[in-house]
């Protein structure tokens, strides 16, 4: 036997690692938790000239509102559900069966059972039904104060502190959709799927499978993103690309869209420095096309006689050519990003073809949204 080993795992357990900062909000918590029901418990109790103004479980309730406010178990029905049952019980045994040795087990179990019936498992209840035993309390004001009270006061005070400090409290129990832009196969994180194989294991859980599907949906975000990083633009880049110099004629640029079937085409200089781009939209966009006229009329006269008389902000050094119309400057990225850096561009931006340029600002490739949608779809095989 590896002693060792077994002294490690009593120890440290098996709980996560968690930053001290939520050590010190969830023990601020608790103090200001509890001194918020004792304060009010107490003042109602001297009111009402009642001296129990304090239930046994109230510091196990306040750990879960306070320290696990994600936590089925902690949520405004189960606390005041689960105490109120529980206490109801408690008492209903401490009457109907004097001897504390039957009670007792039967005060524990029916307040077992009567919040599994009810939905609302809160686990410090069974200490509220064991206090009304042992404690002899054959009143059923017991349940009302300072049972149902206090139980009501933590969770106002777990409602003030856990919003506070940025805590969902009352925490959702559904599915939430993740903000993230970068698509999610949720194969694995579906609630409904979830539920399926919680199912499979046959015993309580104490997390809603909402979260649950939250965290394997989140875990799934990462993992593509690792992936995503490890993809670099020259990867997925087209290198076979064609260019155009400022000084090609248009009807050349034209011919080459065309008979190419691409939209866009890099403009380099004779160094092969990217120095703008002319898109398909650009030939549309500057010879004004009214497609109630002749399309190929309207273009053909556009690329011969130029936009000179329609247009003021031509180029004059180069009539009639790329130069001309081409847009300018214009986005390009470095071949060793990674392709997680392409998402704000073309989702963002706007953008649809992205010129690739190497260390030395070079022309290398072209990546277009095609060749984005393809590298996500690929990173997306879970099989790869």
């Given at each position: 036997?590896n002693?060792?080993?077994?002294?490690?795992w009593i120890?440290?357990?098996n709980?996560?690692?968690?930053?001290?900062?939520?050590?010190?909000?969830?023990?601020?918590?608790?103090i200001?938790?509890?001194?918020?029901?004792?304060?009010?418990?107490?003042?109602?109790?001297?009111?009402?000239?009642?001296?129990?103004?304090?239930?046994?479980?109230?510091?196990?309730?306040?750990?879960?509102?306070?320290v696990?406010?994600?936590?089925?178990?902690?949520?405004?029905?189960?606390?005041?559900?689960?105490?109120?049952?529980?206490?109801?019980?408690?008492?209903?045994?401490?009457i109907?069966?004097?001897?504390?040795r039957?009670?007792?087990?039967?005060?524990?179990?029916?307040?077992?059972?009567?919040?599994?019936?009810?939905?609302?498992l809160?686990?410090?209840?069974?200490a509220?039904?064991?206090?009304?035993?042992?404690?002899?309390?054959?009143?059923?004001?017991?349940?009302?104060?300072?049972?149902?009270?206090?139980?009501?006061?933590?969770?106002?005070?777990?409602i003030?502190?856990?919003?506070?400090?940025h805590?969902?409290?009352?925490?959702?129990?559904?599915?939430?959709n993740?903000?993230?832009?970068?698509?999610?196969?949720n194969?694995?994180?579906?609630?409904?799927?979830?539920?399926?194989?919680l199912s499979?294991?046959?015993?309580?859980?104490?997390?809603?499978?909402?979260?649950?599907?939250?965290?394997?949906?989140?875990?799934?975000?990462?993992?593509?993103?690792?992936r995503?990083?490890?993809?670099?633009c020259?990867?997925?880049?087209?290198?076979?690309?064609?260019?155009?110099?400022?000084?090609t004629p248009?009807?050349?640029?034209?011919?080459?869209?065309?008979?190419?079937?691409?939209?866009a085409?890099p403009?380099?200089?004779?160094?092969?420095?990217?120095?703008g781009?002319?898109?398909?939209?650009?030939?549309?966009?500057?010879?004004?096309?009214?497609?109630?006229?002749?399309?190929?009329?309207?273009?053909?006269?556009?690329?011969?006689?130029?936009?000179?008389?329609?247009?003021?902000?031509?180029?004059?050094?180069?009539?009639?050519?790329?130069?001309?119309?081409m847009?300018?400057?214009?986005?390009v990225?470095?071949?060793?990003?990674?392709?997680?850096?392409?998402?704000?561009?073309?989702?963002?931006?706007?953008?649809?073809?992205?010129?690739?340029?190497?260390?030395?600002?070079?022309?290398?490739?072209?990546?277009?949204?095609?060749?984005?949608?393809?590298?996500?779809?690929n990173s997306?095989?879970?099989?790869a």
């Amino acid at each position: 036997m590896n002693l060792k080993k077994y002294v490690h795992w009593i120890v440290d357990g098996n709980q996560n690692p968690v930053p001290w900062s939520e050590h010190w909000r969830s023990i601020i918590g608790g103090i200001s938790g509890g001194a918020f029901v004792a304060i009010l418990a107490k003042f109602i109790g001297e009111f009402t000239q009642i001296n129990d103004w304090a239930m046994a479980s109230l510091g196990a309730s306040a750990l879960l509102v306070f320290v696990l406010p994600s936590s089925p178990m902690a949520q405004p029905k189960a606390v005041i559900g689960g105490n109120l049952i529980a206490a109801l019980v408690g008492v209903s045994c401490a009457i109907l069966i004097p001897d504390v040795r039957i009670s007792m087990p039967l005060a524990i179990g029916i307040s077992i059972l009567g919040m599994l019936y009810f939905n609302c498992l809160h686990a410090p209840a069974a200490a509220t039904a064991l206090s009304a035993v042992l404690g002899h309390t054959i009143t059923f004001r017991f349940a009302l104060f300072p049972v149902l009270i206090d139980s009501i006061l933590l969770v106002i005070a777990g409602i003030l502190y856990n919003r506070a400090t940025h805590k969902k409290y009352p925490h959702p129990q559904n599915l939430q959709n993740s903000s993230s832009k970068i698509p999610v196969n949720n194969q694995y994180g579906d609630e409904l799927a979830i539920n399926q194989a919680l199912s499979k294991y046959k015993e309580f859980i104490d997390i809603n499978s909402g979260d649950l599907a939250n965290i394997i949906n989140q875990v799934e975000l990462h993992a593509y993103e690792q992936r995503l990083k490890a993809i670099t633009c020259s990867d997925i880049m087209t290198q076979s690309i064609i260019t155009v110099e400022m000084a090609t004629p248009l009807e050349i640029a034209w011919k080459q869209i065309r008979e190419n079937h691409i939209k866009a085409l890099p403009v380099v200089d004779k160094n092969s420095r990217v120095v703008g781009i002319i898109t398909l939209e650009d030939f549309l966009r500057s010879a004004a096309v009214d497609f109630h006229q002749s399309f190929g009329q309207r273009l053909k006269g556009f690329m011969r006689n130029g936009f000179k008389q329609t247009h003021s902000n031509f180029n004059d050094a180069y009539p009639n050519a790329v130069g001309q119309i081409m847009q300018k400057p214009v986005r390009v990225i470095s071949s060793n990003r990674n392709v997680l850096d392409l998402v704000g561009i073309f989702e963002g931006d706007g953008h649809h073809h992205l010129p690739v340029i190497d260390e030395n600002k070079l022309l290398v490739g072209i990546i277009t949204q095609s060749d984005f949608v393809r590298a996500i779809h690929n990173s997306m095989d879970l099989s790869a």
